[in-house]
Nanobody, 119 residues
Framework: QVQLVESGGGLVQPGGSLRLSCAAS????????MGWYRQTPGKQRELVAT???????NDADSVKGRFTISRDNAKNTVYLQMNSLKPEDTGGYYC?????????????WGQGTQVTVSS
Protein backbone atom coordinates (compact mmCIF):
# COMPACT_ATOMS: atom_id res chain seq x y z
CA GLN A 1 0.00 0.00 0.00
CA VAL A 2 0.95 3.61 -0.55
CA GLN A 3 -0.10 6.58 1.56
CA LEU A 4 0.03 10.25 0.63
CA VAL A 5 -0.04 12.74 3.48
CA GLU A 6 -0.58 16.41 2.70
CA SER A 7 0.09 19.43 4.87
CA GLY A 8 0.25 23.19 4.63
CA GLY A 9 -3.25 24.33 3.78
CA GLY A 10 -5.07 27.08 5.61
CA LEU A 11 -6.61 30.51 5.46
CA VAL A 12 -4.67 33.33 3.81
CA GLN A 13 -5.47 36.82 2.62
CA PRO A 14 -5.41 37.70 -1.08
CA GLY A 15 -1.84 38.31 -2.19
CA GLY A 16 -0.48 36.00 0.47
CA SER A 17 1.48 32.77 0.21
CA LEU A 18 1.19 29.16 1.29
CA ARG A 19 3.37 26.12 0.83
CA LEU A 20 1.83 22.68 0.49
CA SER A 21 3.74 19.46 1.06
CA CYS A 22 2.86 15.87 0.26
CA ALA A 23 4.91 12.91 1.40
CA ALA A 24 4.42 9.45 -0.07
CA SER A 25 5.21 6.38 1.99
CA UNK A 26 4.81 2.63 1.71
CA UNK A 27 6.19 -0.02 -0.62
CA UNK A 28 7.59 2.31 -3.26
CA UNK A 29 10.40 1.58 -5.70
CA UNK A 30 10.21 4.97 -7.35
CA UNK A 31 7.62 7.58 -8.28
CA UNK A 32 6.98 8.70 -11.83
CA UNK A 33 4.60 11.66 -11.78
CA MET A 34 3.64 13.66 -8.70
CA GLY A 35 1.48 16.72 -8.48
CA TRP A 36 -1.48 18.68 -7.27
CA TYR A 37 -5.08 18.99 -8.33
CA ARG A 38 -7.78 21.16 -6.81
CA GLN A 39 -11.52 20.95 -6.52
CA THR A 40 -14.28 23.35 -5.53
CA PRO A 41 -17.90 22.44 -4.79
CA GLY A 42 -19.86 21.70 -7.93
CA LYS A 43 -16.80 21.55 -10.14
CA GLN A 44 -14.61 18.78 -11.44
CA ARG A 45 -11.16 18.25 -10.04
CA GLU A 46 -8.70 20.28 -12.13
CA LEU A 47 -4.98 20.18 -12.71
CA VAL A 48 -2.84 22.64 -10.80
CA ALA A 49 0.62 21.28 -11.59
CA THR A 50 2.47 18.01 -12.03
CA UNK A 51 6.16 17.19 -12.14
CA UNK A 52 7.92 14.12 -13.47
CA UNK A 53 10.74 12.34 -11.73
CA UNK A 54 13.10 14.10 -14.11
CA UNK A 55 11.66 17.52 -13.31
CA UNK A 56 9.42 18.19 -16.31
CA UNK A 57 6.53 20.39 -15.20
CA ASN A 58 3.02 20.73 -16.51
CA ASP A 59 0.99 23.50 -14.88
CA ALA A 60 -2.30 25.24 -15.45
CA ASP A 61 -2.32 28.61 -17.18
CA SER A 62 -4.15 30.09 -14.20
CA VAL A 63 -1.21 29.47 -11.88
CA LYS A 64 1.75 30.17 -14.16
CA GLY A 65 4.07 32.73 -12.63
CA ARG A 66 2.46 32.40 -9.20
CA PHE A 67 2.75 28.73 -8.18
CA THR A 68 5.93 26.65 -8.23
CA ILE A 69 5.96 22.88 -8.01
CA SER A 70 9.05 20.98 -6.90
CA ARG A 71 9.92 17.56 -5.53
CA ASP A 72 12.51 15.76 -3.48
CA ASN A 73 12.93 12.30 -4.97
CA ALA A 74 14.96 11.05 -2.02
CA LYS A 75 12.08 11.92 0.32
CA ASN A 76 9.24 10.97 -2.08
CA THR A 77 7.83 14.42 -1.41
CA VAL A 78 6.26 17.02 -3.67
CA TYR A 79 5.81 20.68 -2.79
CA LEU A 80 3.64 23.48 -4.10
CA GLN A 81 4.73 27.02 -3.33
CA MET A 82 1.75 29.30 -3.89
CA ASN A 83 2.35 33.04 -4.11
CA SER A 84 0.10 35.96 -4.99
CA LEU A 85 -2.92 33.92 -4.00
CA LYS A 86 -6.33 34.95 -5.29
CA PRO A 87 -9.82 34.16 -3.97
CA GLU A 88 -10.38 31.94 -7.01
CA ASP A 89 -7.52 29.71 -5.80
CA THR A 90 -9.76 28.62 -2.92
CA GLY A 91 -10.50 24.92 -2.88
CA GLY A 92 -9.47 21.48 -1.76
CA TYR A 93 -5.96 20.65 -2.95
CA TYR A 94 -5.25 16.98 -3.58
CA CYS A 95 -1.86 15.42 -3.91
CA UNK A 96 -1.35 12.86 -6.66
CA UNK A 97 1.38 10.32 -7.25
CA UNK A 98 2.03 7.47 -9.65
CA UNK A 99 4.51 5.21 -7.87
CA UNK A 100 6.09 1.97 -9.00
CA UNK A 101 5.31 -0.65 -6.34
CA UNK A 102 5.73 -4.43 -6.01
CA UNK A 103 2.16 -4.69 -7.31
CA UNK A 104 2.65 -2.51 -10.35
CA UNK A 105 2.00 1.13 -11.18
CA UNK A 106 -1.23 3.00 -10.44
CA UNK A 107 -2.46 6.41 -9.33
CA UNK A 108 -2.79 7.36 -5.67
CA TRP A 109 -4.47 10.39 -4.10
CA GLY A 110 -4.11 12.17 -0.80
CA GLN A 111 -7.02 13.05 1.46
CA GLY A 112 -6.91 16.72 0.47
CA THR A 113 -6.00 19.93 2.25
CA GLN A 114 -8.19 23.02 2.21
CA VAL A 115 -6.87 26.35 0.94
CA THR A 116 -9.04 29.39 1.56
CA VAL A 117 -8.10 32.78 0.18
CA SER A 118 -10.21 35.48 1.73
CA SER A 119 -9.95 38.86 3.39
Amino acid sequence: QVQLVESGGGLVQPGGSLRLSCAASGSIFSINDMGWYRQTPGKQRELVATITRGGIINDADSVKGRFTISRDNAKNTVYLQMNSLKPEDTGGYYCYARPVTPWGTRDYWGQGTQVTVSS
